[in-house]
């Protein structure tokens, strides 16, 4: 990232379809994520419990369609999801958060896509993708902790998109101003949901402060 020009965090704070999580929780929870004397066990299980708290805010918008339901007393009209729901975690980093997206949603199906960042060129590389050829979901999302340069985000939304879905979100933990803005232009009609924007990329395109590298931190592989 030497010399490439950053926005400010100021400067993409209010684009639109970015959501920002504000719950005091999820605050909370970030610092005890970041904290470099975290282990990876708890650092995993924060990770999945900041993810049901993301998927109960990313599906507050999803569609509902009227289901007969019979109480012990008599018959009522309920709700039901209406489409299936889909959740794409981006190996491997992904893993967590989709652990945490399946405690909120446990009967959707988990796609597989392996991306893998080459830490020289900053490109995200494709080496596993377990999508199925048929879709009937009503929206899919796309999960990883880390939005630093947003190529594997990009990428990844780029290849959901092929399969048609009627809706894709991105969700992450944190991202950098530079691959927030970058995400959201390349992809203007998608959802973004986040725990925290931070100030910027370094050299190597960590995001600072950020949290280190989430996929390392769950799987202790340092
Ligand atoms: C990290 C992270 C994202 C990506 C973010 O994964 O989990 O997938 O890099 O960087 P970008 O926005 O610049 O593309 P990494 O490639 O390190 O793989 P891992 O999940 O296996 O640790």
């Not at 993708?129 to 009937?136: D, G, K, M």
Request: aromatic share 6%; glycine share 8%.
């Amino acid at each position: 990232m030497q010399g490439v020009p950053q926005p400010r965090r100021e400067e993409v704070l209010n684009l639109p379809r970015v959501h920002i999580s504000r719950h005091p929780v999820v605050a909370h929870k970030m610092t005890a994520l970041r904290d470099r004397r975290t282990p990876p066990t708890e650092f995993y299980r924060l990770v999945k419990e900041i993810g049901a708290l993301l998927a109960y805010e990313a599906t507050a918008h999803l569609s509902l369609e009227p289901v007969e339901v019979e109480t012990p007393l008599q018959k009522t009209v309920g709700q039901r999801l209406a489409g299936g729901i889909g959740i794409t975690p981006i190996l491997r980093a992904g893993l967590g958060l989709a652990e945490g997206f399946r405690e909120v949603i446990p009967d959707a199906q988990v796609w597989h896509l392996g991306l893998r960042r080459d830490e020289r060129t900053l490109q995200a590389q494709e080496y596993y993708n377990r999508l199925p050829s048929t879709v009937n979901l009503q929206v899919c999302y796309a999960v990883d902790p880390m939005l630093a340069t947003g190529g594997s985000a990009i990428d990844a939304i780029s290849i959901l998109k092929q399969r048609h879905i009627p809706r894709i979100c991105y969700v992450g933990i944190i991202a950098a101003p530079y691959g927030l803005l970058r995400l959201s232009q390349v992809h203007p009609d998608i959802d973004i949901y986040i725990a925290a924007l931070d100030e910027s990329l370094n050299d190597y395109g960590f995001i600072l402060p950020g949290l280190g590298d989430a996929g390392d931190r769950q799987f202790g592989t340092f």
